[in-house]
Nanobody, 121 residues
Framework: QVQLVESGGGSVQAGGSLRLSCEASGSRYLMGWFRQAPGKEREGVAVIRSDGVKSYADSVKGRFTISKDNAKNTLILQMNSLKPEDTAMYYC??????????????????WGQGTQVTVSS
């Protein structure tokens, strides 16, 4: 079992930056960030594989960076050039699913409680 605790959410104006952290009690093949806006499905934002390979949703490429501190079992999501459409609850996730479907929620078994990100225009 892996326990995940997110922090770092908040409110920011468009163009600003936020840094999300996820403290994990362990690690899995896939570690990632998802988000869910009201009335929308949960979507994959960024994923990092155990060997360091990363994958991003098209909507955040060039603006978000995922990283992992293996010594501290901490997952980071650096979010720059934030847009109002980035507003959502952000979740940290861990799992052992297929890399081919790494941005799909079904590839992840463990989830944090989420942290809210709000971007105003």
């Amino acid at each position: 079992q892996v326990q995940l605790v997110e922090s770092g959410g908040g409110s920011v104006q468009a163009g600003g930056s936020l840094r999300l952290s996820c403290e994990a009690s362990g690690s899995r093949y896939l570690m990632g960030w998802f988000r869910q806006a009201p009335g929308k499905e949960r979507e994959g934002v960024a994923v990092i594989r155990s060997d360091g390979v990363k994958s991003y949703a098209d909507s955040v490429k060039g603006r978000f960076t995922i990283s992992k501190d293996n010594a501290k079992n901490t997952l980071i999501l650096q979010m720059n050039s934030l847009k109002p459409e980035d507003t959502a609850m952000y979740y940290c996730a861990a799992g052992d699913g297929s890399w081919v479907r790494s941005l799909a929620a079904l590839s992840f078994r463990y989830w944090g409680q989420g942290t809210q990100v709000t971007v105003s225009s």
